[in-house]
């Protein structure tokens, strides 16, 4: 059973983009002592994924229980901040968590101790965290349905394959936090997501950083081998440990599976804090919900 949750000082933020002036970011800081100095304090980023936001899936769930100050914000071109939505944005969403990190750091004196992210989330916080010296200081990386293979995005979109051959574009439309959503994806853009370096994760990703792999076998929008592939290349570092958790019954947003996530990060961050992380499958106590039982073989 889910622990309750903290209370906690809410603030929403809009931070002026140094290299995008008409597209200001827009999140939330969660403090767990407002009234205490920041200078120094711990904070931690919640990334959201394509087409998502700031509150989406298991995000606030993991802000408001957290032990430790949270920020959470929406990237540009996502719901409450402005700005041009790219398919193959990444180094942009990039640039955003270090606008965020500039804030953070130069308005509160935060330290960012943590980064959990999801999907897309997941790929430009790792390009930021292998190309921040900012980055040092993070001790945990929490990767949630991340994609490696960038390429196989095509796999992903097959039902707007037709269009993108005869008209070299498509149109998707969705709903984000209930408003209708709307972007011309053209073939350029998919060839750009398709050929995105990711390997940087091998070499430039911090040695010190504990890492935490969730991704569901259900998932079908990235294939769950991703994060086995994300487990080799974390677990080749040292002295940073990495756990992967691969769970039966998730698909790619862990739909009807918020709680038990955010279960498994919090008591994950409590391992990290006391020290006693060790690299492997996640195995702890929490089980994970499925209606089917496996007797013992």
Known sequence: MSSPITSKKTSKHRIEHPKDPNSPLTGVLEQVAPDEPTQGRR???????SIGHKDYLFLKRVALR??????????RGNFESPGPWRMAGFDDDAEDISAVVAYLTSKFGYVVD??????RGVVAAIRWMCTAQEAQSVRGFVNASGRYRMDLIYDSHKSFLEDLEKHGHFIRNETVARQPWSAKIMKKDMEEFANFDSSLVWDYFPKKTHVLTLHGLKDAVVPAYDGIIYSRAFAARS?????????????HNFTRMQDHVTDTILEWFALMESGTLTTGIWHTGIREPSQVRSSRL
């Open 43 to 49: 904070i931690a980023l919640l990334l959201h994924g």
């Open 66 to 75: 957290l032990p430790i100050d949270s920020f959470r914000f929406d990237f």
């Open 239 to 251: 002295p940073g440990t990495h756990q992967l958790y691969l769970i039966e019954e998730a698909d």
């Open 114 to 119: 943590l980064i959990v992210a999801h999907s």
